[in-house]
């Protein structure tokens, strides 16, 4: 059966310094993968969308990677702000009329 | 535009109750979804809509749950009787028609069952 991972439960890192969140996936094929950040007591927010055949895509502090041979996506954020301290979730989808499937997600803190 | 809207913020009911979950899409947007998120699961798509009509609900966990879209701006998840494993939060989020648009999530509905 499909499965999504995501690197980590929890990453820390220091402000001003560049995150970088993994999403592996297998047993799937997907066209579209979205990333999506997750604030405690609220639903996540869509950040990103990111097709098969992009590369990478980007916007303001944000980049995402998406890497088919691999089975991975990286999802960056740079300049790093305690502000950005949330839960960010990948998803994947196979066709844009379907459903998206959502990985654990990583609980990320940037320490002042 | 007010996002998509979930009613009530907070549920608590005794096991054996009834429960009805209550969401209102953004305007215009033609695929809705409910999903449930928990800590060892973490976000489950129970089942989702295109224009009113559902597509699959092969998440929905038992015949227990059930669910609506009479109209565009309007569905309903219902758990009949309700079970302390049900105890979840339930989002409800929708998506326009367009490629590149993600999903819109509203504030969700913790549901405790005691």
């Known amino acids: 059966s499909q499965k999504i991972e995501q690197n980590s439960e929890a990453l820390n890192i220091q402000e001003g310094k560049t995150a970088t969140l993994t999403c592996n996936y297998t047993n799937y094929s997907p066209a579209y993968l979205q990333w999506y950040r997750q604030d405690p007591g609220r639903g996540p927010v869509f950040l990103l969308l990111?097709?098969?055949?992009?590369k990478e895509k980007r916007k303001e502090r944000l980049k995402v990677t998406f890497d088919t041979t691999l089975k991975q996506s990286l999802f960056h954020i740079t300049a790093s702000q305690p502000a950005d301290s949330a839960t960010y979730l990948c998803a994947l989808g196979r066709g844009y009329g379907q459903n998206f499937v959502f990985g654990p997600g990583t609980r990320l803190s940037v320490l002042p | 535009d007010a996002g998509v809207i979930q009613s009530p913020r907070h549920e608590v009911t005794e096991m054996g109750q009834e429960v009805t979950l209550r969401c209102k899409p953004i305007s215009g947007h033609n695929s809705l979804f409910w999903y449930r998120q928990t800590m060892m699961r973490g976000l489950e798509l129970l089942i989702y809509?295109?224009?009113?009509?559902?597509?699959?609900d092969s998440g929905m966990p038992e015949d227990r749950f059930s669910a609506k879209m009479p109209n565009a701006s309007f569905s309903t998840l219902k758990i009949q009787p309700s079970e302390p494993r049900d105890s979840a939060v339930y989002f409800c989020?929708?998506?326009?028609?367009?490629?590149?648009?993600?999903?819109?999530f509203g504030s969700g509905t913790r549901l405790t069952v005691v």
């Open positions: 989020a929708s998506r326009p028609g367009g490629q590149g648009q993600g999903y819109t």
């Open positions: 809509f295109n224009n009113n009509v559902p597509i699959d």
């Open positions: 990111i097709r098969e055949n992009e």
